[in-house]
């Protein structure tokens, strides 16, 4: 079995846990504050600025005989490069504070994801990363421009406070095909085995980085309204 379709067998229920969060749900129905669009976006700042990063140490620890896939990772870090800046573009847009947004402290949830990550490059086995960019980017298809669009039309904000979500989704759609090339080159067990491993994984931190949104949007909330009563 192709293992780009092993990976969508396998991880069903995880991806079931990621979709059934509730600020997922909450952003397909439209019910989504300002305040949650921009923690959103905060914590995909925290995650989305490694990326490259990450790509330059898959492609640095890369053995020998997975020498074929070097052109594939740098198309993706040709791609990927700057995107953090969309995000915090994005949040300035939306109303929030781009500089407190880079400046902050990402989830707890998040920096597990990103960490574990880091662990699957350096520790594990660097190809298990593209678990992560299925997770990402599967995700960013069937997600991104729908979310986009009904959280556009309940909050009335601009088209430039979505360009990371509206890009993304557009440009994953590319990606999710190059991933497939690079997965149909994966035939060693053990390969295999650490890009399932990543998803999982990856499916369940980024799903407690969605279950941590809506405290967050909370205490920001509680926040402002202490605020305005001072």
């Not at 997600?143 to 986009?148: E, F, M, R, V, Y």
């Amino acid at each position: 079995m192709h293992l780009y379709e092993q990976l969508k067998v396998e991880t069903v229920a995880d991806r079931e846990y990621l979709l059934a969060a509730p600020a997922v749900q909450r952003a397909l129905r439209g019910d989504v504050t300002r305040e949650l669009y921009v923690e959103f976006l905060t914590q995909a700042y925290h995650h989305v600025r490694h990326t490259v990063p990450l790509l330059m140490a898959v492609g640095a620890r890369l053995p020998e005989r997975h020498e074929d896939l070097r052109a594939g990772i740098l198309h993706y870090l040709e791609e990927e490069a700057g995107h953090e800046q969309w995000v915090l573009e994005d949040i300035a847009h939306a109303g929030g504070d781009r500089l407190a947004a880079a400046a902050s402290q990402p989830s707890i949830a998040t920096e597990a994801m990103v960490a574990y990550a880091y662990d699957t490059v350096m520790r594990r086995n660097p190809v298990g990363f593209f678990g992560m960019v299925y997770v990402l980017e599967g995700t960013s298809v069937a997600l991104a421009l729908n979310a986009a669009d009904r959280i556009q039309a309940t909050l009335g904000l601009p088209n430039r406070a979505f360009s990371y979500l509206r890009s993304h989704g557009q440009l994953d759609q590319q990606h999710v095909g190059d991933l497939e090339g690079i997965l149909g080159r994966l035939s060693d067990a053990e390969d295999r085995e650490a890009v399932i491993r990543c998803a999982k994984g990856i499916f369940w931190l980024y799903g407690q980085m969605f279950r941590g949104l809506e405290p967050a949007e909370t205490v920001r909330l509680e926040s402002a309204s202490l605020r305005r009563s001072a």
